[in-house]
């Protein structure tokens, strides 16, 4: 069975820059859509950015846009967020996602989650 495990959460000052990484076990995954999303405390989780089986297409939330980038490297079952001039409001739990109908359709759910990984940023 497909598994995902984030890396690379941690803290980091507003303005500053941080990469999180998702792999996925299987390397079947190339073929599917993969997602970024994120729980603040005391909020629902929403998404964040996901990208297409190939790459050609990316999705972002308003609140991301211009500032995350969402990429994979299907070489080696990765795909990455880079979060440049993060703010307060990112702080959150993210998370990778997999395995859903229709990518960048955020109503759609995603079947296959990572365990997390926690970004703090602070003033």
């Known amino acids: 069975q497909v598994q995902l495990m984030e890396s690379g959460g941690g803290s980091v000052q507003a303005g500053g820059s941080h990469r999180l990484s998702c792999v996925v076990s299987d390397g079947t995954y190339r073929h599917t859509c993969v997602a970024w999303f994120r729980q603040a405390p005391g909020k629902e989780r929403e998404g964040v950015a996901a990208?297409?089986?190939?790459?050609?297409?990316?999705y972002y939330v308003d609140a991301v846009k211009g500032r995350f980038t969402i990429s994979r490297d299907n070489a080696k079952d990765t795909v990455d967020l880079q979060m440049n001039n993060l703010k307060l409001e990112d702080t959150a739990m993210y998370y990778c996602?997999?395995?859903?109908?229709?990518?960048?359709?955020?109503?759609?759910?995603?079947?296959?989650w990572g365990q997390g990984t926690q970004v703090t940023v602070s003033s």
């Open positions: 996602a997999t395995d859903t109908p229709l990518c960048g359709n955020w109503e759609y759910d995603f079947a296959i």
């Open positions: 990208i297409s089986t190939g790459g050609r297409r990316t």
